[in-house]
């Protein structure tokens, strides 16, 4: 068969990867999985409306942020009247692109980021990747839906349907190792995120605990309790982001079903981490102290 030299060649994304637990228990409840396929399409939203680039895109065609607003209130339709045939077919075609980049199968969720690449130093940038799964692991939280989630970096090959690439592999493989409840960087793309300018939009340096017998492993993760307490992306409407109560509410639901030494083990790290990083907010005292109770409702006696 000789190849299709019309397909989309292999190029650079940056990957975000969430794997979450319990889907099987809740899409074989009624009363629960419509709840978990409105986060679903929430994720799309999130991804597809609040991308600070296509902002930009959009302001450069000549659309104001008044515009911008009322396609993510009410959807392209909203357009008619206010602009001509030429800004209403090109915002619906940068959504399709963008809906495109988001995965959803069952338990698993991929993002893939699209990005430019600097020829001069080799690295790629794309800041709309926290903003991104701080705004999705903080809306899973709020339903009490645990997730472990990565990020990897390298050439894909995405066609439709077809998603292809190593990045696939080193983010499904990274989220396996983590023993931990949170989403930080593959291993493998930890130097890439070094470079990146999304490392100062909100990635924080974190020793995350791996399965079995191995040491910790340094990498940049998602603060998603700093993100919900305030440090967000201006342009994120506060109405579209769960407040830090709601968020270490939904963590503590979840810590109440961990019934197994190794998923307690994962929700004391996880609610360690995020107090860690609460400690210098003035306004999350109520939240650091039921992290305290996470912590101590999830102490194991690996003697036993």
């Known amino acids: 068969m000789k190849p299709n030299r019309e397909s989309p060649q292999w190029k650079n994304y940056w990957v975000l990867y969430l794997d979450l637990a319990g889907v099987s228990l809740r899409v074989c409840d009624p009363d629960q999985r419509q709840e978990l396929a409105d986060v679903y399409s929430r994720f799309v939203d999130i991804a597809v409306l609040w991308a600070p680039p296509l902002t930009r895109k959009f302001q450069r065609k000549g659309l104001s942020l008044e515009d911008v607003a009322l396609v993510r209130a009410g ?163 506060s109405s579209e982001t769960p407040s830090l109560p709601d968020v270490v509410e939904g963590l503590r639901r979840s810590a109440l079903g961990a019934n197994t030494a190794t998923l307690r083990r994962r929700y004391q790290s996880t609610a360690s981490f995020w107090k860690e990083s609460l400690v210098n907010e003035d306004s999350a005292k109520k939240a650091v102290e039921t992290l305290d109770e996470i912590i101590r409702s999830c102490a194991v006696d690996e003697t036993k």
Not at 155 to 161: A, I, M, R, S, V
């Open 75 to 237: 959807g392209v339709e909203v357009l008619g009247g206010r602009r001509d045939d030429y800004h209403t077919s090109m915002v619906k075609e940068s959504l399709r692109i963008w809906s495109s980049r988001v995965r959803v199968f069952s338990d698993s969720v991929f993002v893939f980021f699209d990005c430019d690449v600097n020829r001069e130093t080799e690295t790629a940038d794309h800041e709309n990747l926290v903003e991104t799964a701080g705004h999705m692991s903080s809306l899973l939280w709020q339903h009490g839906m645990p997730h472990k989630g990565s990020i990897s970096y390298g050439e894909c090959y995405l066609n439709g349907p077809v998603c292809l690439g190593q990045p696939l592999v080193e983010a499904a493989k990274w989220e396996r190792a983590q023993e931990w409840l949170g989403v930080s960087v593959s291993p493998a793309s930890k130097i890439a995120a070094s470079r990146a300018g999304f490392v100062a939009h909100g990635l924080v340096q974190h020793e995350v605990g791996r399965s079995g017998a191995a040491e910790p492993e340094s990498t940049y993760c998602v603060d998603v309790a700093r993100f919900v307490s305030g440090v967000r992306n201006s342009d994120h409407a």
